[in-house]
């Protein structure tokens, strides 16, 4: 008896061991960034024109989807429409906009938010002309260029731990 009790407490130090060495991966080990083109805009300004109704709407929408995220950082270029399509997303969450600058190069960028974001969702709001080269540097993978007119692209890249980065792209 006493010697099967021993092997037993022997057992149970070793898978004590073995556990202590091997950390079960979690949801948090993963990090999601969600990357837009910002919402339809107005004429008002040919420079920094603000949302138009559509827009808003759009945004409003994106936040919708994004409810149930962990949203941890919320980022947009310091156009009004970019802030205005990040900011009821980032109001959501409890987060504030960060800004970027819209003309750092895409792979400086996505270093930059892959080093500061290990896990959570991580929402990004760009212009036609960089969300491609910021989604195709986060996967290094090839992104089409979005069209002037196109404004429902949501591109996901999950990354967790050292796998390759999945894109998952859909509409909204």
């Known amino acids: ?13 070793l898978a004590l061991c073995a556990c202590s060495t091997t950390t079960p991966r979690t949801a948090d080990d993963a990090v999601a960034f969600v990357v837009v083109r910002h919402a339809e805009k107005t004429t008002d300004d040919a420079r920094d024109p603000s949302l138009s109704d559509a827009g808003q709407a759009r945004a409003a929408t994106l936040a919708t989807l994004l409810q149930r995220r962990d949203m941890v950082a919320a980022y947009a270029t310091a156009f009004r429409r970019t802030q205005a399509t990040a900011s009821p997303t980032a109001l959501a969450h409890g987060v504030v906009v960060t800004a970027y600058d819209a003309a750092e190069p895409a792979v400086a960028f996505a270093a930059r938010l ?12 760009g212009h036609s002309n960089t969300v491609p080269g910021i ?5 290094a993978c090839e992104i089409a260029p979005i069209d002037e007119s196109d404004y429902g692209n949501l591109y996901e890249v999950r990354i967790s731990g ?8 859909q509409r909204y």
């Open 135 to 139: 989604v195709s540097a986060l996967c």
């Open 162 to 169: 050292n796998a390759a980065p999945v894109l998952v792209r």
């Open 114 to 125: 892959r080093r500061e974001h290990a896990s959570g969702t991580v929402l990004v709001v």
């Open 1 to 13: 008896m006493r010697s099967t009790l021993r092997a037993l407490l022997a057992a149970c130090a």
